[in-house]
């Protein structure tokens, strides 16, 4: 595989030598999406420009130690995730902020229907989930976060992310069967 | 390489605006981790709303200045680190690193002074040895007074003018100054302490009289320079010294349980002089 001089990689090679040019042009590249994933997490806009914010500054001071194996934007979205769940977890539980923007949207059916053909058995199985379920599934199995940091993620204690995920994991067996 | 699938326009633009099923929007960030094609479009959707949108370019701007701002941010030297380790809040900390008397070149230099003392306190014998202890004692007892000294005050502390426009109690200021050289110099001596020859209760002596010349000199602050008070009190406690050791033909005589007690209402009467003249710290430092 050729690198090109300015791929992700050889970026965070210039960031680890102290190139603020370099973090300028990866910030340009990542923190649009970052933004909008976190946001989809997160519905505290202040928090999430934070998160951001401490994530590319922990680029900058960490890029020594990305190990050069797979995606720069997967190792990012892994300091990023993990720092909304550290902001998360110095805040009271009271002001804790669930993710509300996709529960609010009410699918017609004719889109449950589209969505089930066009994505085929899993993708209407897990449509057809309950958000609470749903968001669960998004966090311990797409996100790869640990119970603990899924709790902490979504605002609900270990045990009932455990339960939550074995009745996800249930519907779905069903639905596929 | 998975795919020659990328995502549309239609969905890029509905995950933008956060309007995207969950499936659809899972989906897409698995392949947005994996594909640079589609960061880019997606970074290229004008973001919908107003300014307060996610990802407008003015939240990009906005967080980008914050970024640099925290990157060029000045480190927190050593002394500042030390101090918010102890949970010290970091107004204070900053304050109290900006004390001449707390930096390294300074505590190097007592410590080398404190270190002579020890080395000739080891290699003295007969009646040397107690000149020695002597010698010892006398400097680790003044050792605070001239931290203090140079802790405070115009053409010394770099932050006077800035502390002096603070609004805040300048005797306060000095009191915290007086008091992390105090602890910082205790700390150096003890440690010497360690390394004198005779590991007794007089290897610890020079404690109290260096609580009392420190008040003392912070107290005739309030009329003095600070230079000038410690001049003052050092010269006053070496003569001392030596006038008890000439006067009762035993070296240490200042250092005995009478010249401890001596000490020690030295300490209560210049505490109470200082808690009546404290304001005059408020009012600037005597020049």
């Known amino acids: 595989m050729t690198v090109r001089a300015d791929s992700d990689d050889a970026l965070l090679r210039e960031v680890a030598r102290g190139d603020r040019a370099a973090l300028e042009a990866l910030y340009k590249r990542h923190a649009p999406w970052l933004v909008l994933r976190l946001s989809r997490r997160c519905a505290d806009p202040g928090l999430v420009e ?15 130690r990305y ?25 009271p539980a009271a002001t804790l902020a ?8 009410v699918v017609s059916a004719e889109d449950e229907v589209l969505i089930g053909i066009e994505h085929g058995d899993l993708g209407a199985a897990l449509g057809r989930l309950s958000p609470e379920l749903r968001a669960v599934v998004q966090a311990t199995v797409l996100d790869g976060l640990t119970t603990k940091e899924a709790a902490t993620l979504l605002g609900i204690p270990q045990g009932t992310v455990k339960t939550r ?13 | 390489m998975s795919a020659m699938w990328h995502a549309d326009a239609e969905m890029l633009t509905s995950y933008a605006d956060g309007e995207i099923a969950d499936v659809h929007a899972s989906s897409l960030e698995a392949h947005l981790l994996a594909c640079e094609r589609c960061r880019d479009r997606l970074a290229a959707v004008p973001a919908s709303a107003s300014a307060s949108a996610p990802a407008s370019q003015g939240s990009m701007d906005r967080i980008w200045a914050e970024v640099v701002d925290t990157i060029d941010a000045p480190n927190p030297g050593f002394v500042e680190r030390t101090l918010i380790a102890l949970r010290i809040p ?19 230099a007592e410590a080398v002074a404190l270190g002579f003392a020890v080395l000739a306190a080891n290699t003295a014998t007969g009646r040397s040895a107690d000149l020695a202890l002597f010698l010892f004692l006398v400097v680790a007892a003044l050792l605070p007074v001239a931290g203090v000294a140079v802790a405070f005050g115009p053409g010394i502390d770099p932050a006077y003018e800035v502390g002096a426009a603070a609004p805040m109690r ?3 200021l000095v009191l915290m100054r007086a008091t992390a ?6 700390v150096i001596s003890a440690v010497a302490a360690l390394a004198m020859p005779r590991l007794d209760a007089i290897a610890i002596a020079w404690l109290l ?9 912070l107290t005739l602050g309030t009329w003095l320079r600070p230079l000038v008070a410690a001049a003052a009190v050092s010269l006053s406690w070496i003569m001392l010294a030596a006038a008890a050791a000439v006067s009762t033909q035993d070296r240490l005589a200042v250092f005995r349980p009478a010249g401890q007690l001596a000490c020690l209402v030295a300490i209560a009467a210049s505490a109470v002089v200082l808690a009546h003249r404290h304001i005059a710290y408020q009012e600037g430092i005597a020049t």
Not at chain 1, 98 to 105: C, I, M, T
Not at chain 2, 102 to 108: A, F, H
């Open chain 1, 67 to 91: 190990r050069g194996t797979g995606e720069v934007a997967a190792w990012i979205w892994g300091i990023g995730i993990r720092r909304l769940i550290d902001r998360l977890r110095r805040r």
């Open chain 1, 50 to 64: 934070e998160v951001v914010q401490d994530t590319f500054v922990a680029v900058w001071r960490g890029a020594g």
């Open chain 1, 98 to 105: 669930r993710p509300s923007r996709s529960e609010a949207l």
């Open chain 2, 209 to 217: 009289p260096s609580l009392g010349l420190t008040l003392a000199t």
């Open chain 2, 181 to 186: 050289v105090l602890a910082t110099s205790i």
């Open chain 2, 90 to 108: 970091q107004h204070v900390a900053r304050l109290l690193a900006a004390t001449p008397s707390l930096r390294g070149s300074w505590l190097i």
């Open chain 1, 165 to 177: 995920a074995a009745r996800a994991r249930r519907e779905l067996r069903e639905a596929l069967a």
């Open chain 2, 170 to 172: 300048g005797d306060r």
